[in-house]
Each structure stands twice: as structure tokens, then as C-alpha cells.
């Protein structure tokens, strides 16, 4: 799945084109130096987690749609804390991991063990397992996102961002045959 990001001065573009040929279009607010769905990727990317943001996209819903999923599923906020359906545990490991990315990425990095544990609280919050190779991923993921935030912020309004999105060939959270 091709994905492209289009820096705007208020909030991005975003186009996705999948395997199968069809197309998604949206937009997504600015919330600091990088785009929230660029964080998504290389979270999902990084962790090898299948079914969160992006590959429910791959999969066919538009993301727009994955939002009033999650609540419907039971995503947990402060208003609606409960055990959410299974269907959706990786869409909320990834949702609580991008917001810790994006703190440590706003914050200019912090350590390993921090940013864990920073992670294993909103994992409890959320009513959801801590993916079992965050560890070993961070660096990693820290590394590309300082990378690509450098990048985008110095990008002038309507820079083209392009990811590729090849989904996992099983999720990290699978249990081992």
C-alpha cells in the first residue's frame, strides 16, 4: 500500500493507494512537528503489529471509519474505560505507542526505560497488553522518526511524503506455534 502525506500550512493530505488498486483520501489535523499518521507508520512498521491504523486501512476501512470503531469496540478513554473487544487490542497498543513516540519525539528523546514505562501505563489504561518486543524496538522506531520528523519539518508546505505499507506476515502479538 502506497501512502502520501501532503504537508499543508493547517493540516495534512493524505492519500492512500492499496494493493487492490483502491484509493482513500483524507485529512488530518497538524498536532505537532510531524504528522500523527507518519508516527502510526513507523510505530506499526517498527513493531511488525498488523492490524493497528494502518493495516485496518490496508484491509479496506477508510480512516476515517476506524475511529467510530474503536468506540464502538470499546476504546478506552477516560470516559469509557473498559476491556475492549479483542478485534481491536493492536489499533489501541498502537494508539497509546504513538502518543509516547510523539512526547518523546516532541520532548527530544528520552531513555529506553522511560518511554516503557511511560508506555506500560497507558497499555494499563487502555485495558491492553504491552506488545511483547517494545524493547527491543524502540531504538529502531526512534531512529526513523528522528529521521523523518528532521526531514518534514524542514519541508517547505506541499512536500510529498511516500511511505510504503507491506503488512507483517503475522502480528508480533501472536502467540508462538
Not at 498488523?50 to 478513554?77: C, N, Q, T, Y
Not at 520532548?107 to 511483547?132: K, M, N, W, Y
Not at 528532521?150 to 507483517?168: F, I, K, Q, S, Y
Request: glycine share 10%; net charge negative; hydrophobic share 40%.
Amino acid at each position: 500500500m502506497e501512502i502520501a502525506i501532503t504537508k499543508g500550512s493547517r493540516d495534512d493530505a493524505i492519500e492512500i493507494r492499496r494493493a487492490d488498486g483502491s484509493v482513500a483520501v483524507t485529512r488530518f489535523p497538524g498536532k505537532g512537528p510531524v504528522p500523527h499518521d507518519a508516527v502510526h507508520y513507523f510505530v506499526e512498521t517498527g513493531m511488525g503489529l498488523a492490524r493497528g491504523f494502518w493495516g485496518l486501512v490496508a484491509e479496506g476501512m477508510h480512516p476515517e471509519d476506524i475511529a467510530e470503531m474503536a468506540k464502538a469496540s470499546g476504546h478506552a478513554s477516560a470516559k469509557r474505560a473498559q476491556v475492549p473487544d479483542a478485534g481491536i487490542v493492536e489499533l489501541l497498543q498502537v494508539e497509546r505507542l504513538v502518543e509516547c513516540f510523539e512526547a518523546d519525539l516532541w520532548s527530544g528523546s528520552g531513555d529506553d526505560q522511560a518511554l516503557i514505562g511511560i508506555a506500560e501505563t497507558a497499555f494499563a489504561s487502555s485495558h491492553v497488553p504491552a506488545p511483547s518486543a517494545l524493547g527491543a524496538a524502540i531504538p529502531a522506531i526512534r531512529t526513523a522518526l528522528t529521521r523523518f520528523s528532521c526531514d518534514w519539518m524542514d519541508a517547505r508546505e506541499g512536500h510529498v511524503a511516500r511511505l510504503h505499507w507491506t503488512r507483517p506476515d503475522r502480528s508480533l502479538n501472536e502467540n508462538e506455534d
